[in-house]
């Protein structure tokens, strides 16, 4: 007997084993805690986005809180609807369980048996939604949780998780949790007859599909928000929003106010006349005289500068008054003209000279 084989048989052994214990026990549904602790969350979020007056980022939260809560409400009634017409499954048998396990083999490019942490996994092929690549999961049944709603995890082997939320792996696995969505029970029947093989199919199939309805995040949003000011993606956590319009923009595209500090995209932030360094609107004064836009390290006594250094000119005074050349005396009278009289005082007799007859 090969080591895979003995192990294969160690394996359908433990699965027997614990389906014989869950057929004795009685069972209740497990609560949708994935689903409650996101919409947690999500609460906590918006509280403090109402706190901080940010009604953009408020709006887009509150979407995601109500398909959030919508998806709680649909789990919840599936777990009722479940409960009331479910019935005990008499343990399958143990070469059934070893079929079942040597199906998986044959199905899955890879299968993996852990006993000392009693999982039984399968690799999948890359999931490709939407030309965006996920790479492979591992599926991975815990048999000692068979009694439980979710006994398996979903696990992302070269995790290429969403912009926004590094817990979402796929569209709709977060936390390691998928959403099975319609499937769920189909799921939940071949895991209560042992068809382990049906399971791993249609965990695999949800896992190639894509609804946008049921997505915690839907792949147009998957490699971030877009910023603001240059539309690029980003993550969530990269994103700062603005304090003049509230959008959000990346690193790169945020200048800070010089006076404040607070964050301005290219859109909001106005320069001060005088220094020409960023400022919001509420740190600029307009100039008393001019009206251009100044900050408060380039204003005095409410004047730009330019405004400040004219009115500090000195005031008028006759000591200040410019020189005045006096005017040239009148030019001399060709021959036969008519000399004006002039003003004895403006033009003085000189020493040794008689005055011309009038």
């Given amino acids: 007997m090969s080591q895979t084989h003995r192990t294969r048989l160690r ?18 549904p497990d609560p949708p805690t994935e689903h409650w602790q996101r919409l947690a969350t999500l609460w906590r979020q918006l509280q403090l986005c109402e706190r901080r007056s940010l009604p953009a980022t408020q ?39 070893y079929e079942e396990l040597l199906a998986l083999e044959q199905e899955f490019p890879e299968v993996r048996y852990d006993l000392a942490e009693k999982t039984v996994s399968v690799i999948t092929e890359p999931v490709i939604l939407e030309r965006i690549e996920l790479g492979p999961f591992e599926i991975r049944l815990d048999w000692t949780q068979l009694s ?11 995790p290429h998780p969403a912009g926004d939320s590094p817990g979402t792996t796929h569209p709709h696995v977060h936390d390691r949790i998928l959403c099975e969505g319609e499937a769920r029970e189909a799921i939940r029947l071949a895991l209560d007859q042992g068809r382990l ?10 896992l190639h599909t894509y609804n946008p309805g049921s997505a915690y995040t839907k792949l147009a949003d998957w490699e971030g928000l877009p910023c603001a000011d240059c539309g690029g ?13 509230e959008q959000r923009s990346c690193q790169d595209c945020l200048t800070s106010c010089r006076e404040c ?24 004064e307009s100039c008393a005289d001019c009206g251009q836009e100044i900050c408060p390290s380039c204003r005095t006594d409410a004047l730009c500068g330019p405004c400040h250094d004219l009115q500090q000119d000195p005031e008028d005074d006759e000591t200040d008054l410019p020189y005045q050349t006096p005017a040239p005396p009148p030019p001399p009278s060709a021959p ?3 000399v004006p009289a ?3 005082d403006l033009y003085p007799h000189r020493l040794g000279q008689a005055p011309l007859p009038a």
Avoid: W
């Avoid at 439980?148 to 070269?158: G, M, N, Q, S």
């Avoid at 932030?269 to 609107?281: F, G, I, K, N």
């Fill in 261 to 284: 500090g607070d964050s301005l995209c290219s859109a909001c932030e106005q320069r001060c006349t005088d220094c020409q360094e960023p400022h919001c609107a509420g740190c600029l």
């Fill in 148 to 158: 439980f709603t979710h006994p398996y995890e979903v696990l992302a082997l070269e």
């Fill in 11 to 28: 394996v359908a052994c433990a699965l027997h084993q614990h389906y014989e214990y869950s057929s004795r026990k009685p069972t209740a």
């Fill in 336 to 338: 036969g003209e008519t």
């Fill in 59 to 97: 709006e887009r939260l509150q979407e995601h809180y109500l398909q959030t809560l919508e998806m709680l409400g649909s789990r919840c009634r599936a777990l009722v609807a479940l409960s009331q017409t479910s019935r005990r499954s008499p343990p399958p048998p143990l070469r059934s369980l």
């Fill in 197 to 206: 093989g049906d399971v791993a199919l249609q965990i695999n199939q949800v």
């Fill in 233 to 245: 993606p980003c993550p969530a956590e990269d994103l700062t929003p603005c304090v003049g319009c």
């Fill in 342 to 344: 002039t003003d004895p």
